[in-house]
């Protein structure tokens, strides 16, 4: 049986980037193994030069930055108190928060080596946002595309 455990990252400089998922993120460690940090929720991050050498090192393995390639995808209840503490720590955006076509709103953000990530709102929240807007179970379904089953289900647990 294969079982996911989660995903790493090559990072240029392992105590600045870990600062940036600690301070501005909330991330908890998990373990420091110096050239290797894992934090609670799944996310590693290994210093850059050391995890191109344990691929053979070279050109062949190079890490790039900003290959768009992929995102860290986060989701929060206090979307907009993570845009103004990543304004204020100069973070660079990608966009500000904004609304997807299924209603939630998203920003996306690069962290110290390029590597794009997203903070969602909860698609409970978006949920309890568009109801409280007046739309109905219907219209949320439709909109975010989430099952009636969900839709209803938080829509209960709110009561």
């Known amino acids: ?89 100069d973070v660079v955006f990608i966009h500000p928060i904004c609304e997807q076509p299924w209603a939630q709103r998203v920003m996306r953000f690069y962290d110290p080596d390029g590597h794009v990530v997203e903070i969602g709102e909860r698609m409970d929240a978006v949920v309890m946002r568009l109801s409280q807007h007046g739309a109905s179970v219907a219209d949320v379904c439709q909109k975010t595309g989430m099952p009636r089953e969900f839709v209803e289900g938080t829509l209960e647990a709110a009561r």
Do not use: N
Request: charged share 25%.
């Open 1 to 89: 049986m294969l079982k996911y455990e989660g995903v790493l990252i090559a990072v240029k400089d392992i105590a600045a980037s870990r600062r940036f998922y600690e301070e501005q993120l909330g991330q908890a460690v998990k373990f420091d193994f110096g050239v290797d940090v894992a934090f609670e929720g799944g996310l590693t991050i290994h210093q850059k030069d050391h995890f191109q050498g344990m691929l053979g090192g070279g050109e062949p393995f190079a890490a790039v930055t900003k290959s768009h390639a992929g995102e860290l995808y986060f989701e929060t209840d206090a979307i907009e108190l993570f845009e103004q503490r990543l304004k204020a720590a």
